[in-house]
Each structure stands twice: as structure tokens, then as C-alpha cells.
């Protein structure tokens, strides 16, 4: 095996050593990378410097007045600064700065009148004397000696042409300084190009010596890389081998060793196993008499399902009971009037109409035993056909729409779609999951209807409670149907604008023998309190596989979304 020590410090002390043996060379190329560049800054600003120095000895040799600025500004700070003053003090000193004045304006002046006529004449346009340290007559800082030449400073491009010379002449006076200050241009535009072409011209020799120069030199540092990597890695190659073999000899010893070790410990080993064995067998007894308790919870969990489940049928045996008690209800005053019409039936016409309102009766009955035999029968045990819920919605409508209007004052409608949506199901079993809904929504009416009564009785204002009372009694139910295909499956809605629910009796409302009926007066008749409607709609629903969505908010009515899968062609 290779060392991964090796691998990793070898690169590392070649970088160093090729670093230690490059390094002449690295600093032979930085030192003419540094002439290059100072001989090319030396070149690009030698015509700037030439002309701020011709400038400055303008303003240090230019005599006027048989003295040059620098000595017109010294015996004018000697004059301010005097300790021992004459009467004529005061005109001595504005004669000697009416003189530095009229000397900058005779400097300046020739400069003026040849301006753009000698290339070689700076244009000035801005000179001034500043003291600093120095107080006038008066006890305040004297003033710059300014002059300000009328012609306008150029703008646009020849604005960078303008340069501004700034130096101190000696005072020989502690504290006191001041400073000459001159804007001028001196080169004409023809000198600046040319001086440009030069800088390029100096950018390009450079250009041209820099890219050989530094090709060759990575050239060399590659292939010397090159060299000495190969030297290090075949010095690498024989280090690594020697080690090599030295580790195959420990390797040896080692496995010799674990060996041994692992001899020690499979004997150890099997001496636990033999008591993990014994251990296994009583730990084996004691869950083979658990597993017997969870046999026995198990069958008395399911006695107690079966128990539960019996409960549940007898429930809806009760529940079976209410709806047959409530149809014959409806049944005895049509039997009455039939028997009287039998008797005072007097042709054949009557006696017709007497026969189809028999017929009638006959099939009310025929649906009461099917209901009878539907809530009694086991959802789970179901008559399974191919139904069209369409047509169910249909004929739940024609069932209860005018039993609807004329006895619950509530409007039953249904929106189906044209053609069928086939669904397999037992008809008995859907037929009365649909009428539950109903039913149910025929409740939420009633509890909406009361709910606006007492409202309206609580209104302290009687035109408030007269208004709300005739707007509770104007007020009607709504039970509406509605039947559509969404791709695979069909859905199914039974919506009113009934009391609506709250979240916990939403949550709640499908669960067996929850109600919020119970002992209401306002439901005494209509069999309903027992808390078994809903609870038959979900299983219903569940053994179909199907959902049954509830969405419900309190005053503003509830709709049960159910989703059946559509029987594929």
C-alpha cells in the first residue's frame, strides 16, 4: 500500500524548492518589468515637466520693475511686517502691492496680445499671489493679488489642456508663507497630438518587448517545472517503493497478530453465544405467552366491533322504523279519500282516476318496503349494478320537489347535465344515502327559518322587529341538486341555504350517533334526533369508493360534495 503521507508532502516541498530556484529569475523579470515602466513614465510626462519648468523660471526671472515677483512679494511681507514704521508707512505698503499688481498685469500682457501667434507664448488666464501667516494694516489676513485675464477659459476637450503651476518663494519670515499660483496652456494642439503619438508609439515598444519576453520566460519556467517534477517524482517513485515494502513487512506482522486476536475473540464469542442461547429461549417463552394475551385482546377487540356493529343496525332498524311510522303517516289521508270516492264513484272516468290514484299508493308502498329492506340490510353486503346517478338525481327531485313545496315550504331543484354517468352501486343503498342529504338539508332549512323569527322577536324597535319578522316570513328554503362529470369521476352536490355548521360539528357530523337534533321540538315528527343519517351516508359512500366532501359555515348553508368513480367503457 502508498502512504498517504507521502502522496500529500512531496507536492508540497517541491512547491517551495521550485519556488527558492525560481526566484532570481522572478526578480531579474520584476526589475525590467520596473525599468520599462519608469523609462515609459519618464518618456510620457518629460514634455509636461519641461513646460512647468519653463513656466516657473518665467515667473522667477521675469523683471519689470528691476525686481522679479518673488522680490516684489518679500519686501512687500518686510513692509506688513515691520516693527519700526515711518508716517509714510501706510502708502509705502499699498505703492508696494499696487506695484506686485501692476507687475502681473505687464507679464501677463504680451502673453495676451500673441495669443495663438507664438506657439511657444503660454496663454495665461489665471495669476495670483496668496499669503498665508501675514496680516494687513487693519489686523486682518491680507488679501491675494489677483489678476484674472478676459479672455474665457476653453471648454469641451481643450479644457484638459489647461495646467495649473503652483510654488512658495521664499520669505525669510517665520509663520509667513506665500504661494504663486499661475493657470496657463502653453502647447497648441498639434504639439499635444504629437506628444500622444509618442506615448502610444512607447506603449507599443514596450508591447513589443514585454509579450517575447514573457512568453520565453514561462517557457522556461514550464519546461524547468517541467524537469524538476519529473526529478521529484522518480526521487518520490523509489522513497515510496522502499516504504512500500517496509509496510507490506508490518502489514504481515499485523495480520498475524489480528489473527491471533481474532482467535481469542471467536472463543469468547461462542462462550456468549451459548449464554445469549439460553437467554433467546426464555425471551422466546415470554413472547410466546405475550403473543397469546394480544390473541386473546384481539378476539375480544373484534366481539367487542361485532358488538358495536350489532348496536349500530339496531340503530338503524330504529331509524327504519321512524321512516315506515312517518310514510304510513302520509298514506292514511289518500286511503280515506279513496275509500269515499270508491263510494261516491258514480262513472267510469271516476273510477279511472280512482285506479291511478291506487296505483300510487301501491308504488309508495313498494318504496316503503325498499327502504325498510335497504336500512336494514349491511351496507357492506350491497346489491351491486350499474346506476346512473344522473337519473337518481331525478327522480329524487320528482319525489320530494312537490312534497317540498307544499308541506316544508322549501324549493327542491336540480341542475343535471344531458346523457348518463354510470357508476357501480347498490341503487337501494344510494337512494337512500341521497334522500339523508336531503332530509338533512330539509332540517337546515327549518333552523334557518326559526332562527330569522327569533331574531326578528328580539328587536327592541317594532317597525325594526315588523320588517324582520316579514322578512323571516318571506323568507324561503332552498334545496338544490347538482350533478357533473369531472374526468374520471362523477360529482355529486346537495347544497341549502339552511343554518349552516360550526367547525366542531362539522368535524363531527359524520360520526354515529352525533346530532345536534336530539330533544328539539322543532324536528318532533320527522324522525330525525337519533345521530344515524350522516353516519349511513358515509359508509354508503365509503363502500362505493367514493368522498364525501362538507363544506359549511355558520348562517350561510352547507354542501355535501360526493365523489363517485365513473364506470369506464
Known amino acids: 500500500m502508498s502512504s498517504p503521507v507521502a502522496k500529500s508532502e512531496a507536492p508540497h516541498l517541491s512547491v517551495w524548492r521550485y519556488a527558492g530556484r525560481l526566484a532570481p529569475l522572478a526578480v531579474l523579470w520584476v526589475v525590467l518589468i520596473g ?6 513614465a519618464t518618456r510620457a510626462n518629460w514634455g509636461e515637466e519641461s513646460d512647468r519648468a519653463d513656466v516657473r523660471e518665467w515667473l ?4 519689470v520693475f528691476r525686481k522679479t515677483l518673488a522680490e516684489l512679494v518679500k519686501e512687500y511681507v518686510d513692509f506688513l511686517n515691520a516693527e519700526v514704521r515711518g508716517p509714510d508707512h501706510d502708502d509705502r505698503v499699498k505703492n508696494k502691492r499696487a506695484e506686485i499688481e501692476e507687475h502681473l498685469r505687464a507679464m501677463v500682457e504680451p502673453t495676451r496680445m500673441y495669443s495663438g501667434q507664438l506657439p511657444l507664448f503660454p496663454n495665461v488666464y489665471s495669476l495670483e499671489v496668496e499669503f498665508a501667516g501675514v496680516t494687513g494694516l487693519d489686523g486682518h489676513p491680507v488679501e491675494p493679488v489677483v489678476w484674472t485675464s478676459p479672455k474665457p477659459r476653453p471648454g469641451g476637450p481643450a479644457k484638459a489642456q489647461l495646467r495649473t503651476l503652483e510654488y512658495e518663494p521664499p520669505l525669510n519670515r517665520a509663520g509667513a508663507r506665500a504661494q504663486v499660483r499661475c493657470v496657463y496652456q502653453l502647447h497648441s494642439f498639434n504639439r499635444m497630438q504629437k506628444q500622444q503619438d509618442e506615448y502610444r508609439l512607447w506603449q507599443a515598444i514596450a508591447a513589443c518587448v514585454l509579450v517575447p519576453t514573457t512568453l520565453l520566460a514561462v517557457f522556461l519556467v514550464a519546461r524547468f ?3 524538476e517534477q519529473a526529478r521529484e517524482l522518480e526521487k518520490w517513485r523509489t522513497t515510496a517503493e522502499s516504504e512500500h515494502r517496509q509496510r507490506e513487512l508490518l502489514a504481515a506482522q499485523v495480520e498475524r497478530e489480528l489473527i491471533e486476536k481474532h482467535l481469542l475473540e471467536a472463543r469468547i464469542k461462542q462462550q456468549e453465544a451459548e449464554r445469549s442461547s439460553e437467554e433467546l429461549g426464555r425471551k422466546l417463552l415470554e413472547q410466546e405467552l405475550e403473543a397469546a394475551k394480544l390473541v386473546n385482546r384481539a378476539a375480544e377487540a373484534e366481539r367487542e366491533a361485532l358488538e358495536m356493529k350489532s348496536q349500530l343496525y339496531a340503530s338503524i332498524g330504529i331509524m327504519a322504523g321512524s321512516y315506515a311510522h312517518n310514510i304510513k303517516n302520509l298514506l292514511v289521508r289518500p286511503n280515506d279519500l279513496i275509500a269515499r270516492c270508491m263510494d261516491a264513484a258514480g262513472d267510469a272516468e271516476q273510477h279511472g282516476r280512482l285506479e291511478e290514484v291506487k296505483t300510487t299508493l301501491g ?9 325498510l329492506r335497504t336500512v336494514r340490510r349491511d351496507p357492506e353486503n350491497a346489491e351491486l349494478t350499474q346506476v346512473d346517478v344522473y337519473d337518481l338525481f331525478g327522480d329524487t327531485e320528482r319525489t320530494w320537489g312537490e312534497m317540498g313545496r307544499e308541506k316544508w315550504k322549501l324549493a327542491v331543484s336540480a341542475e343535471i347535465p344531458p346523457g348518463a354517468a354510470l357508476i357501480t352501486g347498490d341503487l337501494s343503498h344510494l337512494q337512500q344515502a341521497l334522500e339523508n342529504l336531503v332530509f338533512n338539508a330539509r332540517d337546515a332549512t327549518f333552523e334557518m327559518r326559526n332562527y330569522l323569527r ?3 322577536k ?5 317597525a325594526e322587529r315588523r320588517q324582520k319578522l316579514l322578512d323571516a316570513a318571506a323568507w324561503k328554503g332552498e334545496v338544490r341538486l347538482r350533478a357533473q362529470c369531472d374526468g374520471d369521476h362523477v360529482v355529486l352536490e346537495v347544497r341549502d341555504n339552511g343554518i349552516g355548521m360550526t367547525d366542531e360539528v362539522r368535524q363531527n357530523c359524520l360520526k354515529t350517533h352525533f346530532t345536534t337534533k336530539r330533544d328539539n321540538a322543532l324536528y318532533e315528527g320527522y324522525s330525525a334526533g337519533m345521530g344515524l343519517g350522516l353516519s349511513f351516508v358515509a359508509m354508503v359512500v365509503e363502500h362505493h369508493g367514493g368522498t364525501l366532501e362538507v363544506d359549511s359555515a355558520p348562517l350561510r348553508g352547507t354542501t355535501f360534495r360526493v365523489r363517485f368513480p365513473l364506470v369506464l367503457e
Open 225 to 227: 517545472v517541467r524537469r
Open 458 to 462: 328580539r328587536a327592541t324597535d317594532p
Open 363 to 371: 308504488t309508495v308502498t313498494e318504496r316503503l318496503q325498499q327502504i
Open 35 to 40: 525599468l520599462l515602466v519608469w523609462l515609459l
Open 454 to 456: 327569533d331574531e326578528a
Open 60 to 63: 522667477d526671472n521675469t523683471r
